[in-house]
């Protein structure tokens, strides 16, 4: 039996983000994928792997040729903002059985100055074929899809609007540690309950931003590691997931496909929630941090309100830092920010986040993070137990 190689994260990058008038998609791609590839000071023509989704007709196909790549490992899964999670996973199985040595994930998106300029409203169409034609009648959006699950929670377990304030104002928090971020004031629960009434119980603050911007993820074989200017971050463990398309077909709207693609992760690494020294989570609305927590096993279902009070979920001093970088509630949320994830996680193990770095008690750098993305409205779940090298 041939032994399975280790994958390993050596480069990430960030594209320029919040606003970015100037540049198109294809553009933040490549600024991205540059940027990763100089991290982590390996040429491109090691890169034999290449995953991307949701641009160009042919994606990934249009992608990789403008990036001037001809790989022979490629991966187009699109599931939303979990799609990245997805495609790690796949990634470091292609390079565990010897089919690629080096891939590359590329995201990047206008999705703010594409609305700004009148290429496209507010609005994102998921169609009217198949599932969606039972829903698309009574104007169901993709938020009060998400409000509608959240109220069950509330309902369900007497969660309050307060406990997911609490989600937005810890965010902010984070943020206002991160240079990058496009939001960075501190806000107030007072501050997010008494903004504009968006999708009940959802006001403005409960809801991501809107911004441009793209990223990179590269992974290696473990043989390549030792040419890299950065320590390697392994790819411990990983879990997919996917649960409905309909809201009807959904059995329980208080439990994401993060309950089964967590479970995997954690048991495929041979870790425990409690070992995590922070977590990454798609966060396009307050509920979905909460509910995350609660399936990934942070805490208990229906304790999830009770769990994000008292600041656990900041940098400083939190018990469990959620989101470092802002999130996609304070961050940047250019669409299926999965992607965003990884680069954040990778960069807290390795220690360069100043301000923002995440410490365990003793002071010492972060050992174990846990990504996980969520597509649809909680339609998918990718996760992700990244550990430092």
């Given at each position: 039996?041939?032994?399975?190689?280790?994958?390993?994260?050596?480069?990430?990058?960030?594209?320029?983000?919040?606003?970015?008038?100037?540049?198109?998609?294809?553009?933040?791609?490549?600024?991205?994928?540059?940027?990763?590839?100089?991290?982590?000071?390996?040429?491109?023509?090691?890169?034999?792997?290449?995953?991307?989704?949701?641009?160009?007709?042919?994606?990934?196909?249009?992608?990789?040729?403008?990036?001037?790549?001809?790989?022979?490992?490629?991966?187009?899964?699109?599931?939303?903002?979990?799609?990245?999670?997805?495609?790690?996973?796949?990634?470091?199985?292609?390079?565990?059985?010897?089919?690629?040595?080096?891939?590359?994930?590329?995201?990047?998106?206008?999705?703010?100055?594409?609305?700004?300029?009148?290429?496209?409203?507010?609005?994102?169409?998921?169609?009217?074929?198949?599932?969606?034609?039972?829903?698309?009648?009574?104007?169901?959006?993709?938020?009060?899809?998400?409000?509608?699950?959240?109220?069950?929670?509330?309902?369900?377990?007497?969660?309050?609007?307060?406990?997911?304030?609490?989600?937005?104002?810890?965010?902010?928090?984070?943020?206002?540690?991160?240079?990058?971020?496009?939001?960075?004031?501190?806000?107030?629960?007072?501050?997010?309950?008494?903004?504009?009434?968006?999708?009940?119980?959802?006001?403005?603050?409960?809801?991501?931003?809107?911004?441009?911007?793209?990223?990179?993820?590269?992974?290696?074989?473990?043989?390549?590691?030792?040419?890299?200017?950065?320590?390697?971050?392994?790819?411990?463990?990983?879990?997919?997931?996917?649960?409905?398309?309909?809201?009807?077909?959904?059995?329980?709207?208080?439990?994401?496909?993060?309950?089964?693609?967590?479970?995997?992760?954690?048991?495929?690494?041979?870790?425990?929630?409690?070992?995590?020294?922070?977590?990454?989570?798609?966060?396009?609305?307050?509920?979905?941090?909460?509910?995350?927590?609660?399936?990934?096993?942070?805490?208990?279902?229906?304790?999830?309100g009770a769990f994000v009070e008292k600041g656990r979920l900041r940098v400083e001093d939190g018990e469990l830092p959620v989101n470092t970088d802002g999130g996609g509630?304070?961050?940047?949320?250019?669409?299926?920010?999965?992607?965003?994830?990884?680069?954040?996680?990778?960069?807290?193990?390795?220690?360069?986040?100043?301000?923002?770095?995440?410490?365990?008690?003793?002071?010492?750098?972060?050992?174990?993070?846990?990504?996980?993305?969520?597509?649809?409205?909680?339609?998918?779940?990718?996760?992700?137990?990244?550990?430092?090298?």
């Amino acid at each position: 039996m041939v032994a399975r190689r280790k994958a390993a994260v050596v480069g990430v990058a960030l594209s320029d983000c919040g606003r970015v008038d100037d540049a198109t998609p294809y553009a933040l791609h490549a600024q991205a994928a540059r940027r990763a590839l100089a991290d982590a000071g390996l040429d491109r023509s090691l890169v034999d792997g290449f995953a991307s989704a949701g641009l160009g007709t042919l994606a990934p196909v249009e992608v990789a040729e403008y990036l001037g790549l001809r790989p022979t490992w490629v991966d187009s899964t699109s599931v939303g903002g979990s799609t990245w999670e997805f495609m790690a996973a796949h990634a470091a199985d292609a390079i565990a059985a010897g089919h690629a040595r080096a891939v590359l994930l590329v995201y990047g998106s206008t999705a703010r100055a594409d609305v700004r300029a009148g290429r496209r409203t507010g609005t994102l169409p998921f169609g009217t074929r198949g599932p969606m034609q039972f829903e698309v009648p009574y104007g169901h959006t993709l938020i009060a899809k998400y409000a509608m699950a959240a109220r069950r929670h509330m309902i369900e377990y007497g969660t309050t609007i307060e406990q997911l304030a609490e989600v937005a104002v810890q965010a902010r928090a984070n943020a206002a540690l991160n240079p990058e971020a496009m939001f960075r004031t501190p806000i107030t629960v007072d501050e997010v309950l008494s903004g504009p009434m968006i999708a009940d119980p959802f006001t403005k603050l409960h809801c991501c931003v809107r911004s441009d911007g793209g990223a990179a993820v590269l992974l290696v074989a473990q043989e390549y590691v030792r040419d890299c200017r950065t320590s390697p971050v392994w790819v411990l463990g990983s879990g997919e997931s996917v649960s409905h398309a309909a809201m009807s077909e959904w059995p329980d709207f208080t439990v994401s496909p993060a309950a089964v693609s967590g479970r995997l992760a954690f048991e495929r690494a041979g870790v425990r929630p409690s070992e995590i020294d922070f977590a990454e989570l798609y966060d396009a609305f307050t509920y979905m941090t909460l509910v995350t927590l609660e399936d990934l096993g942070f805490c208990g279902k229906g304790e999830g309100g009770a769990f994000v009070e008292k600041g656990r979920l900041r940098v400083e001093d939190g018990e469990l830092p959620v989101n470092t970088d802002g999130g996609g509630l304070s961050a940047q949320h250019p669409g299926m920010r999965g992607l965003f994830l990884l680069v954040e996680a990778v960069r807290q193990l390795r220690g360069e986040c100043g301000e923002r770095q995440v410490r365990r008690g003793d002071g010492s750098l972060p050992r174990l993070a846990v990504a996980s993305g969520t597509g649809g409205w909680f339609c998918s779940s990718g996760t992700v137990v990244l550990g430092a090298g």
